[in-house]
Every structure is written in C-alpha cells, then in structure tokens.
Nanobody
Framework: QVYLVESGGGQVNPGGSLRLSCAAS????????MAWFRQAPEKQREFGAG????????YYGNLENDRFTVSMDNAKNTLYLQMNNLHLGDTAAYYC?????????????????WGQGTQVTVSS
C-alpha cells in the first residue's frame, strides 16, 4: 500500500504562485511514477504532469509547462508542482497519484494510489 498526502493548496490572486507537495509513504520502493491530476468544477479530472522515477523523466499533459513545473525529491519521497502565473481557469482540486506498473501515461487507470486532493482557488 502507498499513501499519498497533498498539501500547499489555497487561495491566490491571478498571476500568483503556489507550490503543491505530495508526500508518499508506505511501499514507496514499488512506485514507478507519480503524477498530478486536477479536476475543475463540473469538469472531468484531467492529467497534468508526472515523473517516471527510475528515468527521472517528466511528462506533461494539459498543464502548460511554461507555468507549471513538476519535480520530485526522491530522498523525501515527495512530489512537487510549482505553479506560476496562475489563471482563473487553474481553479481546481489537484490530486497526486502513484503508479507501480512499468508503463504509465495520462490515464487515471494507470495509477493505483491517490491522495485526497488539495484545493487551489484563483480569484481576485
């Protein structure tokens, strides 16, 4: 079992920044990749960005990688999402996910473990 706890969400003005964290515990040695998804109000959850641990490779989905940067501290088993120049449309619940399979991508089905989510609200 892998446990994920997100933190760092909150309310921010347009143009502001936040850094989300996701601390993993449990059988973290089994984790092959971790990722961020987000779900805006009345919309489906969408893949944002992820890291394949053994390759230290990042991959981005719907998050613009000139504003969003995913990174990981392997020693702390913590995934981060640095978010800059936030827009109103970035308002969403942000979820951390972890996978143990070798091949992962942007599908929710690729990830077995999920955090409870952290809310990001961009408003003026």
């Amino acid at each position: 079992q892998v446990y994920l706890v997100e933190s760092g969400g909150g309310q921010v003005n347009p143009g502001g920044s936040l850094r989300l964290s996701c601390a993993a515990s449990g059988r973290t040695k089994d984790v092959s990749a971790m990722a961020w998804f987000r779900q805006a109000p009345e919309k489906q959850r969408e893949f944002g960005a992820g890291i394949i641990k053994r390759l230290d490779t990042t991959y981005y989905g719907n998050l613009e990688n000139d504003r969003f940067t995913v990174s990981m501290d392997n020693a702390k088993n913590t995934l981060y999402l640095q978010m800059n120049n936030l827009h109103l449309g970035d308002t969403a619940a942000y979820y951390c996910a972890a996978a143990t399979r070798l091949q992962v991508g942007a599908s929710e089905d690729d990830y077995e473990y999920w955090g409870q989510g952290t809310q990001v609200t961009v408003s003026s």
